[in-house]
């Protein structure tokens, strides 16, 4: 299998990705159409995500719990533009132990609803407030057309809900954890986003304000990667989230929510892969090293595992991600390519020569060939290790980030703007109007991404109508 080629990026992106997706044991379709086992390989990639962001929340002030799955079907009628967006995704359960059941369940798509009923039982007062929960879950949602990761229909993810007294404490927790989500993208996964506000109309059901992380995928095309909701009052209102202020008058509490699922693990295939394979950034590759022993007698083999061996708990003691590739029957250049496609940052390969000389030779994965290759001494490899992987972390950033200038356009008409969407992003005022918005979408499928936090200032023409604009939004085709 390793030995196939994947069919090329550029000729088909699509296929490359659902074939990569399953010929490196990241995930598997399941009986169930729409749903995905993930694998090992893959799981244990979604365990780095989840460490990295698990301590930004605690370091935040957030704790974890759990709700149940099942919801009573009244809760998702109880506000109403949360009905209307998630009705027809909705998986519902009749029966349970044998019987009909007198109010049908729903299963989970997201916690609001179960958590606005706990909420209400458990805050009386202002000094109840703000309460800051989180928890890591599975969610369904009844999606038509699915791909593994990107959207299916029972995917993993976290999503915290939080209470406050004020409207400006919900707004400044709502963008703390889009400033949380994008220092993770950044900094853990490599991916430059836009840290951006959303139109009303790709608001989320039921929410007053929701941000989001937009990155580019390796075809130019968007991805939403974690969004940030400041839902306002409308839940507290649907379900009764009260406190007595410190004059003792009954307010309605401020919520929001935010969430990133194993979704972004596509985004991470999508960003950083090429037609070998994936390309793992360091702090998030399950092995961010691998070491292929290279031998012919059974004597340099004893030699050469030795030295692996050596190396390997040296590495192990300095919380390096590593593993042997002790495999028997296959060839070091199977191993090679088998460990390309799965996107390890780093191979080391130890010969019988290497043992003689006192050196290992270290390969990059995002240099392929001679150029990223280097010989480095036996005593102070672990240091080697960790300043070579720090390099690659930082060249997969500026790769990404590269690209991304690249393929962000900024036409200077509705002509060029359909042109541009093809390949990229575009970067055009857009008026504020939710008609020129639907009117791109119709004319180019170019949805609008977000109105980037970051904004040139000043005033130009809409893309769409030419009225004046003070804002700069970003355009381009999604995943
Ligand atoms: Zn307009």
Redesign the pocket.
Known sequence: MADMKLPSRTEDFSEWYNQLVVRAELADYAPVRGCMIVRPYGWAMWENVTAQLDRRFKATGHVNAAFPMLIPQSFISKEQSHVAGFSPELAVVTHGGGEKLEEPLVIRPTSETIIGWAYAKWIQSYRDLPVLINQWNSVVRWELRTKLFLRTLEFFWQEGHTAHATFEEAEAETRQMLDIYTDFAVNEAAIPVIPGKKSPSERFAGADATYSIEAMMGDGKALQSGTSHNLGQNFAKAFEIKYLDKEGALQHCWTTSWGLSTRFIGAIIMVHGDDQGLILPPRLAPYQVVIVPIFKTDEEKALVFETAKKIKEQLVKADVRVKVDEREGQSPGFKFNDWEMRGVPLRMEIGPKDVAKGSVVLARRDKPGKEGKTFVSQEGVVASVQETLVTIQQALFDRALEFRNAHTFEPKNLQEFGDVVEKGFARSR??G?SS?EDRIKETTKATLRCIPMEQPGGTGA?I??G?DSNEVAIFGKAY
């Open positions: 857009w008026c109007e020129c809409c769409f109508c009225k």
